[in-house]
């Protein structure tokens, strides 16, 4: 099946602006995505049999949204197992990277103290910042210009601190080379199959799903997944090449 927006799978005859608030609304509500699903369905059946405009046979899209709401079990979104996988994959891309980089230039022991606390201030942040959208989300949707603000502030603490901390000089790390680049392969490896089992699954991000429509092809997810992998060979490869020795 070919790629199309959601308001066109699920709902092809109704307006598709009444389909997308619709959707939005109640992804806000934590309405499962097989419940969204049906109900787009509900709706786009209703309309092109009566002829009728989906304002018209079902009120305001928002409003709609939260009757369905409270029809249905919350299906919280879980954001640390969705943005864990990528977390676990840029870590392992950074030891493999600084592995080879100590490899390629004689370094023993290629990481320091502050490249680790970077790491852990990474892992750090990003489960702050699962917490935060998990409370959040609602209301920086709901209130763009604001929601823009406080998640580039919030992004820009996310890296502005990591980053801070490399430029610490302290001691390496009693790690040498050949450990990093293993611990950087298995901790990239963790990462892209957690991310494959979330792609596979399904069970994380909730997927909108109707009976009778086909499921989203996973490819994409797949590729997502996997291009870490990627990264470090192609980084590697140039760390090889250019670095001086």
């Known amino acids: 099946m070919t790629d199309r927006s959601l308001e066109a799978e699920f709902a092809p005859d109704i307006d598709a602006q009444w389909a997308g608030d619709f959707i ?3 992804r806000l509500l934590d309405v499962p995505g097989d419940r969204i699903g049906d109900s787009l369905n509900d709706v786009n059946t209703h309309c092109r049999d009566a002829r009728e405009a989906a304002d018209i046979a079902f009120g305001d899209p928002t409003e709609y949204a939260r009757v369905i709401a409270a029809q249905s ?3 919280t979104t879980r954001w640390l197992p969705l943005l864990g996988p990528t977390t676990l994959q840029i ?3 950074v030891l493999g990277l600084h592995g080879v980089g100590g490899w390629v230039t004689g370094n023993a022991h290629p990481l320091t103290w502050s490249t680790g606390a970077m790491l852990i201030a990474l892992i750090g942040g990003v489960s702050l910042l699962s917490v935060a959208l998990s409370r959040s989300l609602r209301a920086i949707v709901r209130r763009p210009f604001i929601g823009a603000l406080l998640v580039g502030v919030a992004g820009a ?5 990591p980053y801070l901390l490399l430029l610490i000089e302290t001691p390496p790390l009693p790690l040498p080379t050949g450990l990093v680049i293993a611990l950087g392969i298995t901790i990239l490896v963790i990462g892209i199959g957690l991310a494959v089992a ?3 699954t399904g069970n994380v991000d909730d997927p909108i799903s109707a009976p009778g429509i086909a499921p989203r ?3 994409e997810k797949y590729l997502v997944a996997g291009a870490p992998l990627a990264w470090l060979v ?3 490869t140039l760390i090889i090449l250019f670095a001086p020795r």
């Open 24 to 26: 939005l609304e109640a």
């Open 73 to 75: 079990t919350p299906s």
């Open 91 to 93: 870590i392992g891309v």
């Open 157 to 161: 603490l996310l890296f502005a601190g």
């Open 198 to 200: 979330t792609a596979r």
């Open 217 to 219: 092809s996973r490819r």
């Open 234 to 236: 192609v980084g590697a």
